[in-house]
Structure formats: C-alpha cells, structure tokens
DNA sequence: GAGACATATTAGACTTATCCTATATAAGAT
DNA sequence: ATCTTATATAGGATAAGTCTAATATGTCTC
C-alpha cells in the first residue's frame, strides 16, 4: 500500500510516466523501496480509478507515445492524510533472521563463513550509500529544494544507522564464536 | 518463502501442528516474522505436496483432531541447503521511511509530531523486548537446548541494536527540528 | 549492417500474503 | 443461560509482488 503514496509523492514533486517513476524511485528510494516496474503501471492503474491522478497523452513522433500522471486534487488530499497519519509497520519479514535463528543446525565452520559472509555484504551496501548522494545530484532533479533534500537525507541517515548497527552486530558475533563460544549439544558430533 | 523454512526450522527440533506452530511463531521470531494463521495451514499442506513433511492425525476426545507435521529427511536437508545458502535478502519494503522522505508536504508541527510519535513507539518496542525472554521460558521449552538458545539470543540482539539505532535516528531528528533546522521553501507559507 | 543498448508501455501467469469468516468442541466465567 | 476464551482447521476473496516477455522505435558501436 505505501507504493501507491510514494507514487502519489513523487507526482506531488512532478509529473512523470511510469519509465520515468521507475527511474526515478530506484535512484532515490531504493535503500528503503524497491519497486516492480510491472506493478508500478498497476499502481498507476488502481490510482487513476480511484481518482487520485490523471493521465495525460504525450505523442511522440520518435518514441512510443508517453503517458504522463498528474496528481489531482483529491490525490492531493489523500497523500497528506496518509503522511500524518501513523507509520505503516505492516508485517514485520526478515528472511536473514530466520536463518540465523535456525542455524544451530549448521558446522561451528559453516556458521562462521555465513556470518562473514553477511559481514562482507553489510560492508558492501555501507559503501554504497556513500555513492547515493551524487547519483541523485545528476539524475533526480526535480526533488532538490532545501525541504525536500533534508527529508530525503532523514531517509539516507536511517539507513546507514541501521546498516551499521547491523554490521556491529555480526562482527561482534563473529568475535564470540571465534573466541569458541558458540555452545555444543551432546549429540552434536 | 522463508515462511517455509521457518515451520521446516521448528518441525526439525520438534512435530508440531499448524496451531501449536502459530503460538512458538507468535512468541519466538515475532520480532523479525510474524505469521498469518491461515498461512500456516496453506504452508504446511505446500510442504506435504513438496514431501519436505509427514502429517500424522492425532485422534482427541475432547477437542478436535490435532494434524501433527513431522520434517522428512528430504525435509531435514532442504532446511539444510537453504541455512548454508545466501541470506535471503528479498526485496526492501520500509513504509515509514516512505512517510519520512515526503513529509515536506506536512507543517514543521505536524512533522515533530509524527517523529514524537515514531520515538514512542520505538521506545515502546525496546521495552517489549525485556519480555520475551521469559515468555519464551514459560512456552517454548523445545527450543531450550544450549545452542539453539546461542542463536535465539543473536536475533534478539539484532533486533535490539536495530532498534536502539532507530530510536537514535528519530531522536537526533528531533533535535535537529527543534534547533529550527528544517528548511523552509519560498512558496511555503 | 548486425547486434547491443536505451526508450517506453503493457500483459499474462504465477506466487505469496492478508483479511475475513466458517466450522466444531469444551472449559470456565458471570 | 450466555458469553468469552481456548483448541483446531480451513476456505474464499482480495491484494500485492515477481518473472517473463511481447511490442515498438531509435541510436550507437563494432
């Protein structure tokens, strides 16, 4: 459901297509919301059934013709309600979790390779998000005013806590079980 | 799908029946997975069509007929594969971050009000998290074997330390609006 | 001039998840 | 007596997301 108001958001900044919606949500928004460029035209399908934004025909003699998305009023409307209402926490789904819940299961070895392994992947998106800021400085345009930018940055610093505070987690694991502390079962050989 | 491999994770240390699996989901992984009841059910009749389970009808009195699920030993290397396999990332999905990377739209009160709002309930979610050890201790005693509680504790601290880092995000947030930090757009009134 | 790449939209099949509800039984409370 | 809670399973409807690929055109490179 927050797909539809990150859509209904960004056709608050501008008009766009659904091409250019996918672009610009995966150069802005990705570290939080990764969108289906499929299920963006659905989106923009229920949106405008709802009323909430208008399409407008762009011919084009060179390219297939464009269909741009204007927010309505009433879309207007809906986006703020929707903004001070309260977080949509949904369900919580974290597939990493499950796994290293039930990992007793595994070598002493393989459990420590996995953890190094999501070591080295935390360390490779932290790296990443240094290189977010440019990217938006030359693709996305259209959300650069003062306001807009702090928010977006808000976003940015939630995510590089949080990775962080991921990568801290697993590296103090990985020094808890090369100091042998991960427990032995009985039956275990 | 990790939804999968969390009933084959319980199913391995214990046969369970789809309502009994609902309770040790409900108190046990609640912090990073929580279950649908109804699919529960739709899982495990997937996982006895995968031949990854056994069902065994338990005839009862008093109460209706329990369905008890026990892993296979095709089962039982599934769960295996999938633990040593890469973590399953999926696609992000963070609504409230979509609510934070538009909120410009809404008035610099409206925002420190959302973001008191998000520190409460982030505080409140750090105090839940000094309950569930000891729900686990009353319910969950399959579960209760030295290693398995190692790896038990690791989520915990996970979803410890994420939090903790959460809450430092919305705190710093509103030290910074307080400080009159937020940016303030021309066209704004 | 062949092939790769970028632009631009959309459909179809499939999987997954969520919500609500129905069914049945019995214990315990008010 | 009735209401709630607990035990136990499951179906229908809807929503949401994923994967794949079809359609159409222009540019750029080798």
Same mark, same amino acid.
């Given at each position: 459901?927050? *797909?539809?108001?990150?859509?209904?958001?960004?056709?608050?900044?501008?008009?766009? @297509?659904?091409?250019?919606?996918?672009?610009?949500?995966?150069?802005?928004?990705?570290?939080?919301?990764?969108?289906?460029?499929?299920?963006?035209?659905?989106?923009?399908?229920? /949106?405008?059934?709802?009323?909430?934004?208008?399409?407008?025909?762009?011919?084009? @003699? =060179?390219?297939?013709?464009?269909?741009? #998305?204007?927010?309505?009023?009433? $879309?207007?409307?809906?986006?703020?309600?929707? /903004?001070? $209402?309260?977080?949509?926490?949904?369900?919580?789904?974290?597939?990493?979790?499950?796994?290293?819940?039930?990992?007793?299961? *595994?070598?002493?070895?393989?459990?420590?390779?996995?953890?190094? $392994?999501?070591?080295?992947?935390?360390?490779?998106?932290?790296?990443? #998000?240094?290189?977010?800021? =440019? =990217?938006?400085?030359?693709?996305?345009?259209?959300?650069?005013?003062?306001?807009?930018?702090?928010?977006?940055?808000?976003?940015?610093?939630? $995510?590089?806590?949080?990775?962080?505070?991921?990568?801290?987690?697993?590296?103090?694991?990985?020094?808890?079980?090369?100091?042998?502390?991960?427990?032995?079962?009985?039956?275990?050989?």
């Amino acid at each position: 459901m927050s *797909l539809d108001y990150a859509i209904l958001g960004f056709l608050n900044y501008h008009p766009y @297509s659904g091409y250019d919606l996918k672009k610009v949500l995966d150069v802005s928004v990705r570290h939080f919301w990764n969108a289906d460029q499929s299920q963006i035209y659905r989106t923009l399908a229920r /949106l405008t059934d709802a009323g909430y934004v208008n399409m407008e025909m762009v011919e084009q @003699s =060179q390219r297939p013709d464009r269909k741009v #998305y204007h927010i309505t009023s009433t $879309g207007h409307s809906a986006l703020l309600q929707w /903004l001070s $209402g309260p977080p949509p926490l949904g369900s919580t789904h974290s597939g990493p979790m499950v796994q290293v819940f039930f990992m007793s299961a *595994l070598s002493d070895a393989e459990i420590l390779r996995q953890f190094e $392994g999501y070591a080295h992947i935390m360390r490779s998106v932290l790296a990443q #998000y240094d290189q977010v800021p =440019q =990217q938006v400085e030359n693709v996305y345009q259209d959300v650069q005013s003062p306001r807009e930018r702090f928010f977006w940055l808000l976003t940015l610093d939630s $995510g590089l806590r949080t990775m962080r505070a991921n990568l801290e987690w697993a590296e103090a694991a990985i020094k808890k079980m090369k100091a042998g502390q991960i427990p032995v079962d009985k039956e275990q050989k």
